[in-house]
């Protein structure tokens, strides 16, 4: 297959009028509520759609970082960003089968992009736009449906987006303003395509932002500041106001990133700055504090890299993260409600971007990642809760 590089830009070709099957990944996270789909209504989708064209015999050049998730019918969809600056996804149409082929939605985009479910099922991809840093996002009209047109939310943002749902449905869309402090914009009511105005959060960031739901709803905010440190705040009360910052201590090497355990604790994750093993701070109870405590758990990873974080069928967190030369490792709990981590497991593939999870609809996790080829590449578990398989393209 070709990539873009060798494509003539002129020929582009639209996508607006064939259906879009993606859905909403936030670190993978199965606190993102994304609809679940019966095997029978997954079925029932593939039978009016069996097969999807691509639109193109061209792979895109990846830059960035993937993310992924799938539809409310279950299937599961990447999107990359291109060479091009443009917004490229692909879906797999079964669960053990391929992949319905590269297709391209346009956009100048400037980050990786990050994708969520409205309340109503459809859904929403942001990512930071080429020109003026603004905020761009492009959404399904109907769920499972086709894609609408790009819509500029404003705003000028230094890093990749992060977005994550209210307990009433809203989208939260959290990512470091030019002044290096935290801003947010939030949908005036669920599933709207109208955003409140720009918010600040203050704090002073280094780097990307992660956000994570509490048990309770509450949406908690984690930076890495300029000293290196990590600090986070949190919403007063559901879709509420914030708290100040509050330090959280340790010295971190790396974006941080976090993850709802199935006792209703956040874990945060972030690779250290002296050894560059993983470490996490765990809440001492769900809604709760922050323990006092760093854990060590483990490996040598590559600064200045991000984490990926999910859990799998049996509610144990499992933690991805680069490490060299070119490769990808993974962490799992030891028990669903444990402290502990069984030490780093390298999976099959080559990758040099920071990984993304996704949930397929049979409860196996699958791992993607650009390869040395600048093409993408995943890694399956080839049973729930079980070992990753051999990797292979999305094409």
């Known amino acids: 297959m070709n ?53 193109s015999n061209f792979s895109p050049v990846v830059v960035g970082d993937p993310a992924v998730g799938r539809d409310v019918a279950g299937r599961i969809t990447v999107f990359v960003r291109g060479i091009d600056n443009a917004l490229w996804y692909n879906v ?37 736009g080429a020109a003026k840093d603004a905020l761009l996002s492009i959404t399904q009209v109907a769920a499972n449906g086709e894609f609408g047109a790009w819509t500029n939310l404003g705003g000028i943002i230094t890093s990749d987006p992060q977005v994550a749902r209210n307990t009433d449905g809203t989208l939260e869309v959290i990512a470091r ?44 905010v984690f930076v890495r500041t300029e000293a290196n440190v990590l600090s986070y705040c949190h919403q007063n009360a559901p879709k509420g106001t914030y708290s100040e910052w ?16 199935v006792d209703g604790r956040l874990h945060v994750f972030y690779i250290g700055a002296n050894e560059k093993a993983v470490w996490q701070i765990p809440q001492s109870a769900p809604n709760g504090e922050f323990s006092k405590q760093h854990v060590n758990l483990g490996g040598v990873f590559v600064a200045e890299s991000k984490l990926a974080v999910s859990r799998q069928a049996d509610g144990k967190i499992v933690v991805v993260g680069r490490t060299a030369p070119n490769a990808l490792s993974y962490l799992l709990q030891t028990a669903p409600t444990a402290d502990t981590f069984v030490a780093p ?45 051999t990797a292979s393209i999305v094409d």
């Open 92 to 128: 797999k149409v079964t669960y053990n089968g391929g992949w319905g082929g590269w297709r391209q939605l346009g956009g100048e985009i400037a980050s990786s992009p990050v994708v969520a479910p409205n309340a109503d099922g459809r859904l929403s991809v942001f990512v930071r």
């Open 246 to 261: 509050e330090s959280l201590s340790g010295q971190t090497a790396s974006p941080v990133t976090a993850q709802r355990g």
């Open 345 to 389: 497991a390298k999976l099959p593939g080559v990758y040099v971007s920071n990984p993304a999870i996704g949930d397929q609809a049979d409860a196996r996790l699958v791992v993607f990642g650009a390869s040395v080829d600048a093409a993408l590449w995943s890694t399956t578990q080839l049973a729930p809760n079980g070992i990753f398989g």
């Open 177 to 220: 303003g030019s002044d290096n402090a935290v801003w947010f914009i939030r949908q005036t009511e669920p599933s709207s395509a109208a955003f409140t105005p720009w918010a600040t959060l203050g704090g002073k960031v280094n780097g990307q932002v992660a956000v994570a739901p509490n048990a309770d709803g509450r949406l908690s």
């Open 3 to 55: 990539t873009i590089a060798n494509r003539l830009m002129d020929n582009w070709i639209s996508v607006a009028s064939l259906p879009i099957l993606a859905c909403a990944l936030i670190g993978c996270s199965a606190d993102t509520d994304v609809p679940s789909a019966t095997n029978a209504q997954t079925q029932a989708a593939l039978s009016k759609d069996p097969n999807p064209k691509p639109l």
